[in-house]
């Protein structure tokens, strides 16, 4: 056999369950106070900064890392199962996620220890925000053609260049970027990049915002002007950030948030046509969740890989490629079925303003995160195509 | 082919290796492989994999049935292996021992009806049995008036309209006409003609994921071989996003088929939950045999156009079997009726359930 795919059907344990009850009771009460409205999901969450205290104060946050910085040593398959009920909640977690997932898996592995001591409890409380500095204008699918510079400095580095797309650097205090701190080398042009841990709202900093098609501000430039970093904020092996940035993207391509970014619309379309739908309309709706249901069982299949501690680098990909197409299409085929709701259907309106959103959401989702085009030249090496 | 840690799929795996590799089973064209390979597997007790030991069977668990049949797809197997084993699984139901040689299950689709005559005899038509022709009897679930019954027939008595489905393996119209059954008994308790299509569309899900795990296995393989424009054509970018696409299809059906299989061997009950995995399964791996066939012919260009290429014994089975116990079609109206009739709040909740 050329690669064997195996996606073992995982099932979440007995306190995933438990834990999953918590986390409904949780949202519903927040719903009930006003915090968000899960029929919404075109808001900006910039202005959720306790939500995330109280996600933290519950243990919701790190939950997998060590006790010793705030973690509740708790599996993926939790942490899975926490994070797909605040995405499909429509649960305001910009503010928190990027740390929750990434940022701290990363200081865990390469900070030095009074770093770990000092940030990571604060992830884990809720209160930093993190955004993540790979793209530059001209090295998006190309990391390894990034050149923004850190130039090596008495007790540390002075960084100059552009950052671009950066979600949520206007709200974050800190980013896990990479620099230039050497040229590539012949042999290697994927040598001389180191990751940094930034701290925003410093001088020499300046976050532009950019403005998205959906009429949202999430992702921003950013410019640094001789802005230092100190030496004890180089996460790992100077010149050699390649191989961690690429492990670091294992984590970002697998979870549930890569398949259920517009499946509200699903749900609202299931209430729109009502108990009992014509043919058309129940075979649209009977096809969107058995396309769904496998997705998620191959996505709770990888996370069930994680937590076995392997490295599910192709399969990761798979379930984004197949993930982020079928949410990038899920609303344009709920728009055909929507075509023959009734008039009267009293959410009508709400399915409406959904959909208008979903639709110019869309042609982003498979461009986050690593482009499809990307993704299968990963999947065609695991292969041994390449 | 894949590796595997099961005893049943093992001895399998060596049958098929043995009597049934694909490419000696293309270039006969006498049909002389089948009466060995049938004997093998019969010797093996595979066929009856799914029937208790004080039925006659060897009383494989489920579980081991599902990993036998998707081994059975990866080989592609033409003889009515996964249809004895749900004719056997259905006789057993009823606690009904099974006879030797081949059987197969009536009726394959759920809108065709057999009914229990008030003589005792039955009646009805149904049509794309698999393998009736080659069938020495039936499994039938039959519908009286108090219910669901279970009969065991003699294939002579029965009239058969041979046919043959989009991958050339016998697909024929069953008629009995007041045919005495052997043996008839009730169903047990809640068993109905929509448990037997879920259990032969969870089959046939396992069948063509198979399939598609060996298309994906000689469209990659071919690619490394095959040059063009003085490259192999695995270098070309083109080619190799279509094969990574084909590698997410195989892997989308392999999953959705053998969650469903897991699901179903460990059901205390048909309830909302494993239908959704039955459906979702044979819904999602049909899809994934038109995307992923079509993507593998393409590989191969014309070559995988001829009779010759063992292409085609994969790629049209796998389209044929999605027409067996309920079409996608077929499924996605129910499941999204069940969906709707949940109501929105619930779509999540059964999501998750799983
Ligand atoms: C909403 C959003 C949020 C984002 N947030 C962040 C963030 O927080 N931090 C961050 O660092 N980045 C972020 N990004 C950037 C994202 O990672 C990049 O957009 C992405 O990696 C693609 O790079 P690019 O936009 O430069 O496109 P390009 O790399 O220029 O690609 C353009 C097209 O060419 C194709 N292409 C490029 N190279 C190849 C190749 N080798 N083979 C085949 N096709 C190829 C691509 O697939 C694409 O279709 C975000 C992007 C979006 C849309």
Known sequence: MTAALRFDPIRLPPECEQLRKEVRAFLAEEIAAGTFDPHKPNREDTDAPEFSRRVGAKGWLGMTWPKKYGGQERSFLERYVVTEEMRVANAPTRRFFVADRQSGPVLLKYAPEHIKMEILPRICRGELCFAIGMSEPNSGSDLFAAKTRATKTDGGYLINGTKIWTSSAHIADYMIAIFRTSPPTKENRRHGLTQFLVKMKQPGIKVNPIGQITGQYEFNEVVFTDYFIPDDHVLGEVDGAWKQATSELAYERSGPERFLETYYVLTELVRAVGSDPDTRSAEGIGRLVAQLHTMRRMSVSVAGMLQAGKEPVVEASIVKDIGTVWEQQLPHRVRDLAAFVEETATNRETLERQLDFAIKTAPKLTIQGGTTEVLRGIIARGLGLR | ?354
Request: hydrophobic share 50%.
């Open chain 2, 1 to 354: 082919m894949a590796e595997s840690d099961n005893i049943v799929v093992e001895t399998a795996e060596k049958i098929f290796a043995d009597l049934a590799d694909p490419q000696t089973i293309n270039n006969d064209k006498k049909d002389a492989w089948k009466t060995p390979l049938w004997q093998a597997l019969s010797e093996a007790g595979l066929p009856l994999s799914w029937v208790p030991e004080d039925l006659g069977g060897s009383g494989a668990s489920l579980a081991d049935g599902f990993a036998l049949l998707n081994a059975a797809g990866r080989f592609a197997i033409a003889v009515p292996l996964a249809e004895t084993m749900l004719a056997g699984w259905l006789l057993a139901q009823a606690k009904i021992a099974s006879p030797d040689g081949e059987m197969t299950v009536v009726p394959a689709s759920p809108k065709d009806r057999i009914t229990l005559n008030a003589d005792g005899s039955l009646s009805g038509r149904a049509r794309g049995v698999p393998f009736a022709k080659a069938a020495k009897h039936f499994a039938v679930l039959v519908h009286g008036k108090d219910g669901v019954s279970i009969a065991l027939v003699d294939a002579a008595k029965v009239r058969i309209e041979a046919g043959l489905n989009v991958g050339y393996d016998h697909s024929d119209a069953v008629t009995l006409d007041n045919v005495d059954p052997v043996t008839i008994k009730p169903a047990p308790n809640a068993f109905d003609q929509i448990t037997l299509m879920l259990i032969g569309g969870v089959a046939r899900s396992l069948q063509i994921a198979g399939a598609l795990e060996s298309m994906l296995d000689i469209s990659v393989r071919y690619s490394n071989e095959r040059v063009a424009f003085e490259k192999k054509i695995s270098k070309f970018q083109a080619v190799q996003h279509n094969l990574a696409r084909l590698a997410g299809e195989s892997a989308a059906a392999l999953a959705a088929a053998t969650s469903a299989a897991d699901a179903v061997a460990n059901a205390k009950a048909f309830d909302d939950e494993v239908y959704l995995e039955a459906a979702s399964a044979k819904i999602r791996c049909a899809e994934a045999a038109e995307k992923g066939g079509s993507i593998a012919h393409q590989v191969h260009g014309a070559i995988g156009f001829t009779m010759e290429h063992i292409l085609h014994r994969y790629s049209l089975r796998a389209l044929a079997w999605r027409d067996d116990f309920g079409s996608e079609s077929h499924w996605a109206v129910e499941l999204g009726r069940l969906v709707a009739s949940r109501g929105a709040d619930e779509l999540w909740p059964l999501v998750a359930s799983r």
